[in-house]
């Protein structure tokens, strides 16, 4: 089974790799950039800043990958909560970079700054993120529909069935649909095959919820974080660190995993007859 937070557009993987890199070379450029020399008799003179406007025009492919570098570079920068950023210097410190004039500002002081810039976005949205998160969950509590484990782990019947339940060991058959709290949905079995896989190779709070499930049964689960992909979250799925998923799932059937066979130590050597 293919991990159903993992599934994503290999041509979005491979693009991301592009501009990541991209972006690491530019930076590492200027970082790494050495003056110019000027010749005698010559002016050095600074670059002028390009504006773009609503009138560029794209009379090569270069213009529309620059561009649309441009374009991914400023939604990385709003996805971290960094849209005061001045475009204007920003193509200025790219344009130096490329041409490999003198710096204007002195790298490692201006990457300890970016590095605090970019620590106080990110300690802003990880609370408002937080905030909105415990908010959610507390209009659940409140909900005498849903109950909620030791775990934390969240849940609701929208099918109840009677039957055996799968143990951690099981191998389960299942349709499923993963969103995230906005409602976006990142990864889906339905319409296509169902899911099967060993139960205890899933996320804790799939482990853990699906044996609460008898066949025929569906349920909404609501993972938090610490059950789910914790710290690292699943960027490539746009899971975030620690955030609470939603999972409606229904299971199909359930399998006892096949007897493991005896295997003779490599060290007991076997006689000829």
């Known amino acids: 089974m293919k991990s159903f937070a993992l599934l994503i557009n290999n041509k979005n993987k491979q693009m991301k790799q592009i501009i990541t ?3 690491i070379t530019v930076c590492l450029s200027s970082a790494n950039a050495k003056p110019k020399k000027v010749k005698k008799g010559e002016t050095k003179t600074e670059t002028n800043v390009a504006v773009l406007n ?3 025009e794209f009379k090569s492919k270069i213009d529309t990958v620059s561009y649309f570098i441009g374009m991914q570079i400023g939604a990385d920068m709003v996805k971290n909560g960094a849209n005061d950023i001045n475009p204007v210097a920003l193509g200025k410190g790219l344009s130096d970079a490329l041409k490999a004039t003198t710096p204007k500002i002195d790298p490692q002081i201006a990457m300890i700054y970016a590095q605090t810039y970019f ?3 990110q300690a802003i949205k990880k609370a408002e993120e937080e ?3 415990k908010k959610i969950m507390d209009d659940m509590t409140a909900n005498p529909n849903i109950k909620t484990t030791a775990s934390g782990l ?3 019947i929208l099918k109840d069935s009677v039957g055996p339940k799968p143990s951690a060991t099981d191998i389960v058959t299942v349709h499923y649909t993963g969103t995230l709290l906005s409602g976006k949905v990142f990864d889906s079995s339905v319409g296509g095959e169902p899911a099967k896989f060993p139960l205890n190779q899933v996320i804790p709070g799939w482990t853990e919820g699906v ?3 008898s066949i025929g049964a569906k ?8 059950l789910a992909y914790g710290e690292q979250g699943v960027q490539q799925a746009g899971i975030g660190p620690n955030e609470t998923l939603i999972f409606d799932v229904e299971l199909l059937s359930i399998e006892k995993p096949a007897p493991q066979v005896p295997q003779v130590p490599s060290n007991i050597k076997i006689q000829e007859q």
């Not at 349920?219 to 610490?226: E, I, R």
């Open 21 to 23: 890199f991209l972006l």
């Open 54 to 56: 609503d009138t560029l």
């Open 119 to 121: 620590g106080e976005k």
């Open 131 to 133: 905030a909105k998160t």
């Open 154 to 156: 969240k849940y609701e």
């Open 211 to 213: 044996q609460l499930m």
């Open 219 to 226: 349920y909404k689960f609501y993972v938090p974080g610490k």
